[in-house]
């Protein structure tokens, strides 16, 4: 296994910026480099302490997603890979920063909603619904029927958007209405329909290997032509909750969430944690993470890579 990367640090391409888990470095004025670390962000908080192994991770398996939904697949969506080997734009020195982790992709303008598509009621979803009560909640605005337990599964997958936020600060829940007074209706309504298609083709695909894709976010951009593409990254642990199926009606039972593939342990966890005798608030600094921690989550990502890609 490659060594631990929390930060790339490559002289040779201007940076961009740091996300929570990317490091984007200008190359020319069309592409981006985006080196997946291995940083785990909780509670869009980042840990000190990298996981293993987790940016390779990533990295393989929204590789393998854009493959099965992009032109290549399904054809649903234009995708923001230009097909070119990340190796080929550093120095012979910083390639093993690169190799495995990388994507070599084009520059588009963000846009600033995250497409969130939910087919369980899970997280913050499952809190939102509670705040109304036994009628029935609803979700970004979108009403939801009445005695729903946490986990159930929604009659239809719904569109839950957000609005990004900066690193350091939590991305705020947000009606479609909303996204269209950012956007236009045009965009927002392209958006939404995409990636309820996305989830949907996605689910199919990842339940023949027995995991339930209860919720994701997808990212989109345009192009210098004002083409809308999905970028960032697709269906990974970090933009989704995976559930192993054969776990799901046990779980659902008891009122609880499956065991999950995704930084839920890690979140589990942090729930827990106590800071000079109080629940740690959310905001940094992050506590420190315990190597057992550290290696269990490892391990949730490697099972969901060897489930998600396998070919029985």
Known sequence: MMSPLHTSLLTSLPLLARGKVRDNYAVGTDRILMVASDRLSAFDVIMGEPIPGKGALLTQM????FDKLGPQGLNICPIHLTG??????????EVPQVTGRSMLVKRLKPLPVEAVVRGYLAGSGWKEYQQEGANGGAVCGVKL?????NAARLPEPIYTPAAKAAVGDHDENITFEQTVDMIGLDLATRIRDISLQLYKSACEIAIKKGI????????FGLDAQGTLTLMDEVLTPDSSRFWPAESYSASFAQGINPPSYDKQFVRDWLEQVQIDGKPWN???PAPRVPNEVIAKTAAKYQEAMARLTSTS
């Open 212 to 219: 339930i894709i209860a919720d994701t976010k997808f990212e």
């Open 282 to 284: 959310k905001t940094p």
């Open 84 to 93: 070119d080997a990340p190796e080929s734009v550093v120095t012979a020195a």
């Open 62 to 65: 929204a590789l393998f997603r």
């Open 145 to 149: 029927p009445p005695g729903l337990k």
